[in-house]
């Protein structure tokens, strides 16, 4: 037992250097004017990552790309630790996880493509801000195998990352009526 806690620690040093990362604090902040609202009952923002809607939607973008294309790195690391007789539903677990990845990254593309219909301004922000969702990863890139895998495992994508791209959308979880107004005027 001492053995599985001992080598899960290089995985819980990087998951707190990852959780730690900070975005560019010019990057992070959206213009006063195009500020979409927060609700504060949608749950914690990552650390580093911007709490506005749009911000958060492409931080969330970039790191969910960035979780998925480690996949391919760490997938040697789990096949070696899967038992006889798993390696089937382990591959089919991977292929509905990889699939509701595209469909959560699709679903944050036509989120911010409509934000960006109404606010060009907006662009460029959010290719600044998908690069730093990516690069929470950079770390985990460069660890040893297992704990470039425990890193992985570990990770989970945050549930307001979903809610935001909802309302930047105006729909809701449940195809309900829209919420209210995304943007706020000039302060």
Known sequence: M????IDMLPALALALLLAQATPDAAAAQPPA??????????G???????SDDYGLVAWCRGALRGHMDLFTIVK?????LQRSGEAAQNEKSD?????????YIALYRRAMA???AAHPELHARGLAVDAEGEAIWDAAKQ???????WSWLMWDLPGRCETAAHRLLGTNHDGGAPPPALLRGPQ
């Open 2 to 5: 001492a053995a599985k806690v």
């Open 33 to 42: 004017a195009v500020a979409p609202t927060v609700a504060p009952d949608d």
């Open 44 to 50: 914690d923002v990552p650390k580093g990552a911007p």
């Open 76 to 80: 040697p690391e789990l096949i070696s």
């Open 95 to 103: 292929l509905e996880q990889m699939q509701a990845g595209r469909e």
């Open 114 to 116: 409509k934000a960006e």
């Open 143 to 149: 660890a040893e195998p297992r704990t470039r895998m």
